[in-house]
């Protein structure tokens, strides 16, 4: 009776500022900081980092490393461990100090359906000396431009519409509609698609029929 009059559960005992390290660790710990004697308590202080060092022997002799486990050893005890540290000890305001939010790009294109890289490439091209390369760039930005279309649940677009959107998109710096090309027939990209679908159906067909038979343990 007295065994279980004595147990302790978790959510009575304090709160671990570190629970990687277990409550043993923090136990050390709280042992170092009410050591009188300096002497006594540096030599404890440098055994617990020791230990720490040990759990992950690999990176123990790296001078960040050990940095890093003294910051530790400080967190834990709430900076009331008064130790000589081999490295400047890391006040208490700057660790818990907020970091500044990261800015986030926002795009927002006109046209989503061709995706942000369409953009990028249709920059690029704009900046290309004229001559055959930039065509050829020109001509498969476009294309891509149409396949993208087209997966959007269309089944078939004007090639018009495709020079219109890129004259846009390029401020007015390629001009397929004067040109007079001819971009790949609609026909091909969806022809693709069912094809690609049908390979990728019977792919998982035959993998369903290998597995049948076998034994399941």
């Known amino acids: 009776m007295n065994l279980v009059e004595n147990l302790e559960y978790n959510t009575e005992r304090p709160k671990l500022i570190i629970p990687e390290y277990g409550r043993h660790f923090q136990k050390m710990v709280n042992h170092a900081v009410s050591i009188e004697d300096a002497v006594e308590r540096n ?3 440098k055994a617990i980092i020791s230990v720490m060092g040990n759990l992950q022997p690999h990176l123990r002799d790296v001078p960040d490393f050990q940095h890093k486990l003294w910051d530790q050893l400080f967190i834990m005890s709430d900076f009331k461990l008064e130790v000589e540290s081999p490295f400047p000890i890391t006040a208490k305001e700057v660790l818990q100090q907020r ?5 986030y790009p926002q795009n927002y294109p006109k046209y989503r359906f061709y995706g942000n890289n369409i953009k990028r490439m249709i920059d690029v091209a704009v900046q290309w000396e004229k001559g ?3 065509d050829g760039l020109e001509y498969a930005i476009a294309n891509h ?3 993208c279309y087209l997966n959007w649940n269309k089944d078939t677009v004007d090639d018009k519409a495709i020079f219109g959107h890129l004259f846009e998109l390029s401020d007015g710096e390629i001009d397929f ?3 007079g090309e001819n971009l790949t027939d609609s026909g091909q990209f969806l022809k693709n698609r069912i094809a690609k679908t049908q390979r990728s159906n019977s792919g998982k067909k035959n993998q369903r029929n290998s597995n049948r038979g076998k034994k399941r343990f």
């Open 132 to 134: 055959d390369m930039r």
């Open 43 to 45: 030599k404890v202080a």
């Open 99 to 103: 970091p500044a939010p990261l800015e």
């Open 177 to 179: 509609a004067k040109k």
């Open 145 to 147: 431009m149409k396949k």
